[in-house]
């Protein structure tokens, strides 16, 4: 299957900073990203939408101006965290999608990452 | 709307068959997924469906589709420790882009 990265894996950081997520897609072009939130032993939770080189698509209750998300090319979305609180730590994990008539329905997830606000 | 049930635990025993279950409710354009995840880390494809096909094998894991009552499994054959493992159900519908929405996790234990 296609692969997918993440960086940082984890990342420790004081109320009140901002922290980025990388997420990339390493063989393939994705035009369409989601980033999951996920407590422990829960489900995804699906945070946003993003598609290249627009404005991402957030679910209903996730704060735009908190989490800020950009998909500046078909390998590359980011996701910053900003201004974090405590409550802000989870599992965050992205995934993409890729194009054409198979690759549009095969959503490859990255490894996660785990950020803790002190 | 979209709402994924699967059940929560599953022990089995090295060697033999595991089956887990899911329910989804969308019967339109559906595709509809298996993921598993391991202890700290994210989401490995394992296979899936759409929604027009009843079975699909691929070595060790058997998908099968019941339309009818929107009933899906996936079953591990010859199941080993390092399936021990939480498998997520999800499906993903035509009208809502194929965005997922998954079911809450099986975790299944393998016990020797």
């Known amino acids: 299957g296609a692969v997918v990265s993440q960086h940082p894996s984890r990342v420790i950081c004081k109320s009140g900073t901002s922290v980025k997520i990388e997420c990339r897609s390493l063989?393939?072009?994705?035009?369409?990203m989601f980033w999951y939130r996920q407590f422990p032993k829960q489900s995804l939770m699906l945070m946003a939408t993003?598609?290249?080189?627009?404005?991402?698509?957030?679910e209903q209750g996730v704060e735009k101006d908190k989490f800020l998300i950009n998909h500046a090319s078909l390998t590359l979305s980011t996701l910053t965290v900003t201004s974090a609180h405590p409550e802000d730590s989870s599992f965050y994990i992205c995934?993409?999608?890729?194009?054409?008539?198979?690759?549009?329905?095969?959503?490859?997830f990255g490894p996660g990452t785990r950020l803790t606000v002190t | 709307g979209e709402d994924v049930e699967q059940s929560l635990f599953l022990s089995v025993r090295e060697g033999d068959s595991s089956v887990i279950n899911c329910t989804y409710t969308?019967?339109?354009?559906?595709?509809l997924y298996w993921y598993k995840q391991e202890p700290g880390a994210g989401l490995q494809l394992l296979t899936y469906?759409?929604?027009?096909?009843d079975m699909k094998q691929d070595q060790r894991l058997t998908v099968l589709l019941n339309k009818k009552d929107k009933h899906l499994s996936l079953r591990i054959a010859d199941t080993q420790t390092g399936d021990s493992a939480i498998y997520f159900c999800?499906?993903?519908?035509?009208?809502?882009?194929?965005?997922?929405?998954f079911g809450a996790g099986t975790t299944v234990t393998v016990r020797a």
């Open positions: 999800a499906e993903g519908v035509r009208a809502n882009d194929y965005k997922l929405s």
């Open positions: 993003s598609n290249e080189g627009s404005k991402a698509t957030y």
């Open positions: 469906i759409f929604s027009n096909m």
């Open positions: 063989d393939f072009q994705a035009t369409t």
């Open positions: 969308d019967s339109s354009s559906t595709y």
């Open positions: 995934s993409a999608r890729g194009t054409g008539t198979s690759g549009t329905y095969e959503q490859y």
